[in-house]
């Protein structure tokens, strides 16, 4: 649409001064957002920047403090996701919000009434599944879909209950290159016959991609408004970080050599799981002190096992493993794997080789340390009796950082290590990753976020079905890899 | 098979049947709370309560008997409902509080009621001509307590309920992934209360025929488990309605073992063949894993 | 209904029968107290864990049998060691008791919650059958076995009364869990796997399985060592009713202590006080003891009710821990 057309154009949502607190925090502050009919709109800002929630009030999971909400021209309640998706709103959430253990057609008419017959379902699934060019195989159990299929499902999901109005929640994160292009190009399809869509992202070069209009929010505000033909990837990003745009550190130039010497080993490794599938099959890995190995890899291909291996949290189930034994693990899941939200930050550190710690616990010392670690590495918390879930999310993976390297350590193995986290804690745990490999750890850092990977590694792996296969430092080249096309 | 063998396996099975009639009515309830992501072991107080309020309200007549025994059971329900969807609290702690309390309350009524009669009428079996004639398996299947049918078509109605409405698949989805169905508009809170307490009535059914059905009569913790056994139904019927319709005849036969024993004149002691049904409840729940349970059960809702 | 003198009536009976005379204290209520307080202390231990072992009472009558059967079959051979080979043997009964929970919680996954409850009326049925078969008393009248042998008996703590040394065992224990569970690696190893069994496995290292395994076995110790003591102690002899519901009382116990070893030393004398002071009311007043059973029930009701907060997150994490063997 050109641009005179997308101003002219009739609002399909509008948000006016939305006001949202959570407890004591602003979420949102007199937000507001108009999005046209037959448009891509899309939403930017950082993470904690007020995004998701805006969104979650626009599809009624949330209710504003204060504030109207207009579909169509319509004021809505708020606060009822049967009132939006009545009035044609539908959502697709970041964390896909599908029911593992039941079929399509099941998660097709969840939230619906009276009787539920399989075989009608299946049947306006197919005929949907035309209309709308989602393929997705009709008679497999949700568990079983690639994370493509899933989203696909999802989609439909909205569109089968009317939804003319899509919210897709940073619905790229999760997906690979190739199937980023498919879902912007299916996008750009469904606004030329008359939908629209509200994409949130963080990801510049996708907005500006396919997007007619572009908002950003900042901490709870609306700072930027316009035609995404009207601004560019230095102005958004200007915006989006309230001070000149940062720029993550270069990346690392250190380079190993084969005579440096190896921390992990692995020879012909092979992972089987619980169901019998092989997750990570003959693989050959060495990682070499004062290097940092990026694993790069799509959601599922075998790289959570073989980081697991390597963490020496997994025995593999063939072939042989040599690795040091001053392991430092930084798990993706920092809420599950990494603390324990009621333990004091003290007890918190003290997990650090709970498993093999004999005797007493010397609490006063453990205290002291953890009292050193809170300085040292710029946590900010009272003290160190403080309840670890009284921290921010930043906080408390500085304290995983703080506890897993404040020993001496031969091998660090960290699985998205800054998810979730803001800029400023994303560089920190960048530079105590490369303070380790320039202390001479061996460094395996595995992140969802390509670029990431790409800006900290000093030479990268690939999973792909199990197989790990050594890449070049070339960004193109890797997701090629990433996705099981052959190196050209 | 001799004559007199025919009729003592008739028997037998008629009085597996019987006994098979409150576990089958408790586990269905359970199918529906466990569906919903809750284990009920209050369950077991639910039986308890219902078996009071029966044998109390049965001289009433056994129609009364049945409602009141369902409404205790509800009550009991109501407060597992309230501690566990609305206050978020541990469904076993408060399980086993309810199940304590009810044991005890029941305990205390029943000895203050010194002097009242101790035996109710019990409900009258309905036979079904012809049918109820055949050889061996006649009687267990076709001259039953009426509550008998109303259990075998509590499984039937439980069945289509859950798998061919929506309001099943809402249930079954808040025990799979309460995020995914407060995402499609369902009132995770409610569906799961209502799960519980409608669970918890079918409890209280459930002791109520134990009481109008088979004894006729009350005695402190006379429940004997058959809570606890129902949710080992449960699994063993693999959270299906019709599974669990399987799993509890095998239950009611094996406690239907003792009074066969009794007549075949065997030499086994009387104790050790009552612990049969507790033993193969574990060899039953070590043998069939927990594949097919529903993904959130047990666990509190924000895991 | 109870009119005004009648509740007068029934509250002296109460006082009576628990603490208003010193027979019924030491006699009765600390008595009682002894066994509420080993299982209550297990039984928080294991909730600690995360292990959920309501089987209490089942290890408690399997440590009530083991007891027994060296009391009667070798106290002669042990001598002067023949008290302290019947609590070990106690004990190591419960123990295993409750370690076939453990076995099919962590072999199966199966819910140890389900496995202890059926656990318990294996036990007592298998009690009834001892009584009434194998270990009855010669004349074979009553369901019960002979009395065992002076010298496998528990000696008293003050004489003249019924309190045994039973009671300083059980205080011993109680602070060393408290101190197992706050200070050693041990305990800390527990709590971290009670509250999240993933977090310890990922960055504690920790073997779950062994921890959970642990706990269980230890709660269940306590418990059979309750049976011994109850056995050496108080009865002499292996009755059917050996317990009047002591490891379902001991939950209530030890969720008022709030899981804290040192707290469930006063929640056990308080619910000993319920008890016999209930007792007291059924003998002098009519009033049905059962009621103390229910009392208990609301007490776990009302202290869920209020102070739930860390409960939820036991809950949570259960299943993850059943989960990874």
Known sequence: ?488 | MSPQRMTDTAAFLEASVRTATPLLIAATGEVVTERAGVINIGLEGCVIAGAYTAFVTGVSGAATGYLAALASGALVGLTLAVFVSMLRRDQIIVGTALTLLALGVTGALFRARVGAPVVVPTDAVITIPLLSAIPVLGAALFAQPGITYAALALVVATSWWLYRTHAGLALRAVGESPDAARAAGIRVTFVQGTAIVFGSALGGLAGGALVLAQTGTFAEGMSAGRGFLAIAIVALGRWRPYGVLLAGFVFGIAMAFQFAVQSLGWHIRYELVLMIPYLLTLVALAAFRRGDAPAMLGRGEDA | MLSAPDVTQVLEAFWRGSLGTSSALISGTLVRAVPLMLVGVGTAIAFRAGVFNIGGEGQLLMGGVAATVVGLQWAHALGPGAVVASLIAGAVAGAAWAGIAGILRSRFGVLEVITTIMLNFVAANLVSYAVRGPLQEPTHIYPQTETIAPNARLPLLMSETRLHVGIIVALVIAVSAWWMMTRTAVGFRMRAVGTSPTAARSSGRVDVAAVSMTALMLSGALAGLAGGIEVTGVTYALYENLSPGYGFSAIAVAILARLNPVAVIATAVFFATLETGALGMQRDAGVPSVVATALEAVVILVVIGIAGGSWERVARTRDVAAAHD
């Open chain 1, 1 to 488: 649409m050109s641009a005179a057309l997308v101003a002219e154009a009739p609002s399909a949502l509008e948000l006016r001064g939305i006001n949202k607190r959570f407890g004591d925090v602003v979420a949102l502050a007199d937000a507001e957002l108009v999005v046209r009919r037959g448009t891509v709109h899309a939403v930017l800002g950082e993470n904690g920047a007020g995004k998701s929630t805006l969104m979650r009030i626009a599809f009624g999971l949330e209710r504003a403090d204060s504030g109207r909400i207009l579909i169509d021209g319509a004021t809505m309640h708020g606060g009822s996701v049967q009132e939006s998706a009545r009035a044609g709103v539908g959502m697709v959430h970041q964390h896909l919000s599908l029911v593992g253990n039941f079929t399509i057609a099941e998660n097709l008419e969840l939230g619906g009434h009276g009787r539920f017959s399989p075989a009608a379902t299946r049947e306006r699934l197919s005929r949907l599944s035309e209309e709308s060019g989602l393929r997705v195989p009709f008679d497999a159990m949700v568990r079983d879909l690639s994370i493509v299929e899933q989203q696909r499902l999802e989609i439909l999901k909205a569109l089968s209950l009317g939804a003319r109005v899509l919210i897709l929640d940073e619905p790229t994160a999760v997906l690979a290159p190739t199937d980023v292009s498919e879902l912007l190009a299916w996008i750009r399809a469904f606004v030329s016959s008359g939908g629209t869509v509200v994409l949130v992202t963080h990801k510049l070069r996708e907005a500006l991609a396919v997007a007619d209009e572009v908002t950003v929010l900042r901490r709870g505000r609306v700072v930027l408004s316009a035609a995404a033909g009207a601004t560019d990837e230095t102005r958004l990003a200007a915006s989006i970080f309230s001070d000149a745009a940062p720029t993550l550190s270069p990346p690392s130039t250190f380079s190993a050599t084969s005579t440096t010497a190896a921390v992990f080993e692995a020879a012909d490794v092979s992972v089987i799981d619980a169901g019998g599938v092989t997750r990570v099959h003959s693989a050959n890995v060495i990682v070499r002190r004062g290097e940092i190995l990026g694993v790069a890899a799509v959601d599922g291909s075998g790289h959570r096992e073989l980081l697991q291996v390597m963490a020496a949290l997994r025995r593999p189930d063939r072939g042989v493993v040599r690795g040091a034994s001053r392991i430092a693990f930084i798990p993706a899941d920092r809420a599950r794997d990494a603390i324990i939200g009621e333990f004091t930050l003290t007890e918190n550190v003290a997990l650090h080789g709970l498993g093999a710690r004999r005797g007493v616990m010397p609490w006063t010392s453990l205290m002291a340390h953890t009292a050193g670690l809170i300085t040292r590495f710029g946590v900010v918390a009272s003290s160190a009796k403080a309840q670890m879930r009284t921290l921010s999310g930043g906080n408390q993976q500085r304290v995983v950082v703080a506890r897993e390297l404040a020993h001496e350590v031969d091998l660090v193995v960290a699985d998205n290590p800054t998810r979730g986290l803001d800029l400023k804690a994303t560089t920190f745990v960048h530079e105590q990753l490369r303070r380790a490999a320039r202390n001479g750890a061996g460094v395996v850092v595995h992140s969802s976020d390509l670029d990431e990977v790409l800006a900290l590694a000093t030479r990268v792996v690939v999973v792909f079905h199990g197989a790990v296969l050594d890449a070049p430092l070339d960004r193109d080249a890797i997701g090629k890899a990433m996705l099981g096309a052959t190196a050209a």
